[in-house]
């Protein structure tokens, strides 16, 4: 049973280009939320994806944007890069919306210099 | 704004010892409540959640957590750690009805052998 992955395992990338962070749900799963976690700090939601559609979005700019396929995989894409988005990605799946339980990936960890 | 308070940072005990970690929401409706662990190396894991029922709930490896309503919090104890147990542990909240989990930011636990 293959848990949640994702890809890249770490990225440096400068200021203003573009990064797309990759994510394929638990088997048997349908939703994946995205997260930022800072260094010394909790994971912080981002969004969430259930059929291809983002149904709730965290306190963050227009600059993340994602996408969900129909595989149930998904990407995180950041654009104009700040030296702020530096941090650990975490993608997390779950079986419908709501508060089920969600299962995590390992990260990405993304590094903007 | 909804926020989760985990009132120590940095906790050093030596195996044997019995542990508690506070846990504190600001949220005055119904809510889920969860524990995660993450081991060094390693990613996020469930150890306990409390969805309804009865407010004392038992996650794995001995770790058990008290939801008490009135006091707002969800404390995690355990009566006697180990060396392996080590790790950083987040308390999490999820809102009833809502996609979103708000983690605090989180406890790194050191084990002394």
């Known amino acids: 049973d293959a848990g949640v992955t994702q890809s890249p395992t770490h990225l440096i990338k400068t200021r203003g280009q573009q990064v797309t962070l990759r994510c394929s749900p638990k088997?048997?799963?349908?939703?994946v939320s995205w997260y930022q976690q800072a260094l010394g700090q909790g994971p912080q939601f981002i969004f969430q994806?259930?059929?291809?559609?983002?149904?709730q979005r965290g306190n963050f700019p227009d600059r993340f944007s994602g996408h969900q396929f129909p595989n149930y995989s998904s990407e995180l894409n950041v654009n104009a890069l700040l030296l702020g988005d530096s941090a650990l990605y975490l993608c997390?799946?779950?079986?419908?919306?709501?508060?089920?339980?969600?299962?995590f990936g390992p990260g990405t960890r993304l590094t903007v210099t | 704004a909804q926020s989760v308070s985990q009132h120590n940072h940095h906790v050093i005990l030596s195996e044997a010892a019995s542990l508690e970690l506070g846990c504190n929401y600001s949220?005055?409706?119904?809510?889920?409540l969860f524990w995660y662990v993450q081991y060094p190396g390693q990613h996020l894991q469930l150890l306990l959640k409390?969805?309804?029922?009865?407010?004392l709930v038992k996650g794995i490896k001995g770790f058990e957590a008290e939801f008490i309503k009135s006091k707002f919090s969800f404390n995690l104890r355990k009566p006697s750690v180990q060396w392996s147990d080590t790790a950083e542990y987040f308390c999490?909240?999820?809102?009833?009805?809502?996609?979103?989990?708000?983690f605090g930011k989180g406890t790194r636990l050191h084990i002394l052998p």
């Open positions: 997390a799946s779950s079986l419908g919306t709501g508060y089920y339980e969600q299962y």
């Open positions: 088997s048997g799963h349908d939703t």
């Open positions: 994806y259930y059929e291809e559609e983002e149904r």
């Open positions: 949220y005055g409706g119904t809510v889920n």
């Open positions: 409390y969805f309804s029922g009865d407010p």
């Open positions: 999490a909240v999820n809102p009833s009805g809502d996609d979103k989990i708000i």
